[in-house]
């Protein structure tokens, strides 16, 4: 059997979760990235993109299991597919298993049908917060609100989901390192959404969800999940915005229905969070609010004009100080491609210096998409905003990992938006990670093809 994903901490995974199913069963490993070429175990877990030109060397196998299923390519070329067609000429019996979080294709709907590789669905989960895919600065639990529900009344004809337990207005959104967590939606929309660039919460008018209805999806939660609930991410936009007197029912609630609760974390921006005090927010953290992701996106000031992100570098910093000071964690995002062409290093520099004032435990790069309806998008259409050559993009990347140096941070580049999906922690694993993107630079790593890419 062999298990195909695309990032390194996919492989890892697997083999984590193998040996902890199956302790005495040989697993063997195919990656570059882990050096390793594990060969002739009954269970092999490899990396496409060291595997996908290699299926002769593999040799017959009975069944290929596929992480993140979506990526493989809906028409007859791709690493996946090529690999796929080498196995099924080596063993036409082979059966291929995908797994998935985000089984529709903008384009061309369901990735399952008849004529498809993958052609029968064996089995959907759900869990707090799935069918929720990685990508984006999250994804989604799209769907339509069932009749008879309190919240559909109040809110009117917004497009909303009740999904176990799980009541949502519109299209949410959770950062990928919260697939696993319980999404509430406290905040509707983003109380800022000038950002230039983001298309997220178009449509929605910023609101905050009255208390009573915020506390009984709670409540929902707490009986449909219990102990399961680990992790809870609240959203939308940036729910640091509301007042203290909203946070602290809602964070003593979601302490007193999951006992194994062990996060609760939010987006924030730099604004909301200088606007309060010290105590405020010294008191959510006592609370259980650890974890805040922030997107600066640049440090260059000039492209945060541009942008529209409402603050700038230093009110970045002064707000990364006030966070760390009250005890909270931050995961900052910044975002390849901000500064266009023109601004390409100032902007590559610049977010590198602000990432090590800032000083995250997490940190992550994602590359600019330029979404039709954007006002970035209006302005590439008519010339004024020129976006970086995929190399170009990379050589930001390369300067954010060069010159970045935050204490110690765990650094992620594998979202769904990126060429190249790397991460490691920095400034330990620089060398490796630098090494990766020079490789890519050269030609020895494929960049992900452009159809994969999405938020
Ligand atoms: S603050 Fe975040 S959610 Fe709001 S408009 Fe900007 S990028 Fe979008």
Not at 108 to 133: A, K, Q, T
Not at 409 to 430: E, K, V, W
């Amino acid at each position: 059997m062999l298990v195909l994903a695309h990032v390194r901490e996919l492989l890892e995974q697997a083999a984590d979760k193998l040996r902890a199913v199956a302790p005495d069963l040989p697993v063997g490993l195919y990656s570059a990235g882990l050096k390793r070429r594990d060969l002739g175990y009954p269970v092999t877990i490899a990396g496409i993109q060291s595997v996908y030109q290699r299926g002769c060397d593999v040799g017959a196998v009975d069944l290929v299991i596929v992480d993140e299923a979506h990526l493989i390519a809906p028409d007859c070329e791709g690493m996946y597919r090529t690999f796929l067609a080498d196995m099924q000429q080596i063993n036409p019996q082979v059966r291929v298993i995908g797994l998935t979080a985000t089984p529709f294709r903008m384009k061309s709907g369901s990735i399952c049908s008849p004529d498809n590789i993958l052609n029968e669905i064996c089995y959907e989960v759900g869990v707090p917060g799935v069918r929720c895919g990685a990508q984006g600065w999250g994804t989604v639990l799209p769907g339509v609100w069932e009749p008879g529900l309190r919240l559909a009344d109040v809110l009117g004809a917004d497009r909303s989901t009740y999904n176990q337990g799980m009541r949502y207005v519109g299209t949410v959104y959770r950062p990928p390192s919260e697939a696993n967590s319980y999404l509430l939606q406290a905040t509707i929309g983003c109380s800022w959404n000038h950002c230039t660039y983001c298309a997220t919460y178009e449509g929605k008018q910023f609101r905050v969800r009255p208390l009573d209805e915020t506390l009984e999806d709670i409540a929902i939660a707490g009986r449909e999940f219990g102990a399961r609930v680990r992790k809870v991410f609240v959203m939308d936009g940036d729910a640091l915005v509301m007042e203290l007197g909203l946070w602290e029912p809602i964070l003593e609630a979601l302490r007193a229905t999951f006992p194994n609760l062990r996060r609760v974390s939010c987006y924030a921006t730099a604004m909301n969070l200088l606007a309060k005090t010290p105590e405020e927010l010294r008191r959510l953290r006592e609370l259980g609010l650890e974890l805040l992701y922030i997107g600066p996106e640049s440090g260059d000031d000039v492209t945060l004009k541009r942008i529209a992100k409402g603050a700038n570098s230093a009110d970045h910093v002064e707000a990364a100080a006030k966070a760390r000071r009250a005890g909270m964690k931050q995961s900052l995002i910044f975002l390849l491609g901000a500064g266009g062409v023109e601004r390409s290093m100032e902007h590559a520099t610049a977010s590198a210096r602000l990432a090590t004032a800032m000083d995250p435990t997490f940190l992550s790069a994602l590359t600019l998409m330029l979404i039709p309806s954007t006002p970035i998008h209006k302005l590439a259409q008519t010339g004024r905003f020129q976006m970086p050559s995929v190399e170009d993009l990379l050589r930001e990347l390369r300067i954010l990992v060069d010159e970045a140096n935050p204490s110690d941070a765990i650094f992620r580049c594998n979202h769904a938006s990126n060429y190249l999906p790397i991460g490691g922690r920095l400034p330990r694993d620089r060398e490796a990670i630098l090494q990766q993107i020079d490789a890519a630079l050269s030609g020895e790593v494929p960049f992900r093809e452009e159809w994969s890419r999405g938020l």
